[in-house]
């Protein structure tokens, strides 16, 4: 069978400007295309944008070998209508990781328009790639989506992370209302869409759905091709390991949702247990799998 190719690059997505002031059209549009390839040794990005989003400066902190990337959209949030479109190539045997300084935020859509935040990525042969951004906080009120692609090529890896919270319980705002959408595919390998709406009694706050929790976090580890059996057997038992001995070990687990996609979830009140938990199983997986320390980016201590 002939390996799939992955393009040297995504196609932009036209996007229309924001309207001028005094307009009905004034949401923000922004895209980012960011490129990782091997040059010299050195895993290096290329990068360009339209909008307000940001890839900042390359760090190394592990050396040559791993570039991490922060992203930044300076608005901070998305309202009906805004639009986030980034695309991400990552070349043979280059090791992107890419995160971000907070959490990004749906606000309410009064105007009923949706929000989307849309990531594709594309991963060569032996490329790596770490999607690591902070939570998505979902406004009560508000009408989103975000979506995330993965395309790999055989032994291409992948380890990405989605950490939802579902209004502000700290600010006394609970998600009463609105509607949140999440699509996280691998294309033809694995897909899972779900619309979280707040108006869903059974979904919110019923013992086969979120049983009155409002975060919800997903782990991945995916290839391109079949996991070696010991491999994957290892790699479970080390979050396992984990989440046994975590506060959420009763609404948390992990599984093999194929021979090559790997999957932790888990359920919490608040965002933090959750994220802390994610961010522990992403070490754990990082060193069993990878051999590489799972120290957390100093991002994210900040």
Same mark, same amino acid.
């Given at each position: ?109 009064? *105007? ?5 935040? #849309?990531?594709? $990525?594309?991963? @060569?042969?032996? +490329?790596?790639? /770490?999607?690591? =951004? &902070? ?89 391109? *091709? ?5 491999? #994957?057997?290892? $790699?479970?038992? @080390?979050?396992? +390991?984990?989440? /046994?001995?975590? =506060? &959420? ?54």
């Amino acid at each position: 069978m002939t390996a799939p190719s992955i393009p040297p690059s995504i196609p932009p997505l036209t996007l229309p400007s924001p309207g001028a002031p005094g307009s009905p059209d004034k949401h923000w549009l922004a895209r980012l295309r960011a490129d990782y390839r091997i040059d010299r040794g050195r895993c290096v990005v290329r990068h360009d944008h339209e909008g307000p989003l940001r890839l900042l400066k390359s760090l190394y902190p592990e050396g040559d070998a791993t570039c991490h990337s922060v992203l930044v959209h300076p608005p901070s949030g998305l309202v009906g209508g805004d639009t986030l479109d980034i695309a991400v190539t990552v070349g043979e045997g280059a090791h992107a990781l890419i995160t971000t300084p907070g959490a990004t935020r749906f606000y309410r859509s009064p *105007s009923g328009a949706l929000a989307t935040q #849309r990531l594709n $990525a594309a991963l @060569a042969d032996g +490329a790596r790639l /770490e999607w690591l =951004p &902070l939570e998505a906080i979902a406004y009560p009120g508000c009408d989103a989506l975000n979506e995330a692609r993965f395309t790999l090529a055989p032994g291409a890896e992948l380890l990405a992370w989605d950490i939802t919270a579902l209004g502000l319980p700290g600010a006394a705002q609970p998600f009463l209302s609105g509607r949140f959408q999440q699509h996280l595919e691998i294309p033809g390998v694995w897909l899972e869409r779900g619309l979280l709406d707040a108006s869903d009694a059974l979904l919110m706050d019923g013992s086969l759905g979120l049983a009155g929790h409002r975060c919800l976090g997903t782990l991945v580890f995916a290839a391109g *091709s079949a996991i070696a059996r010991d491999r #994957r057997e290892r $790699a479970l038992e @080390a979050v396992r +390991a984990l989440v /046994e001995d975590d =506060p &959420l070990r009763l609404t948390a687990g992990a599984s093999a949702a194929q021979d090559g996609v790997l999957v932790v979830r888990a359920l919490g009140p608040v965002v933090e247990p959750v994220s802390l938990l994610m961010r522990r199983c992403w070490a754990a997986w990082r060193e069993t799998l990878w051999g590489l320390d799972g120290t957390a980016p100093r991002l994210w201590a900040m």
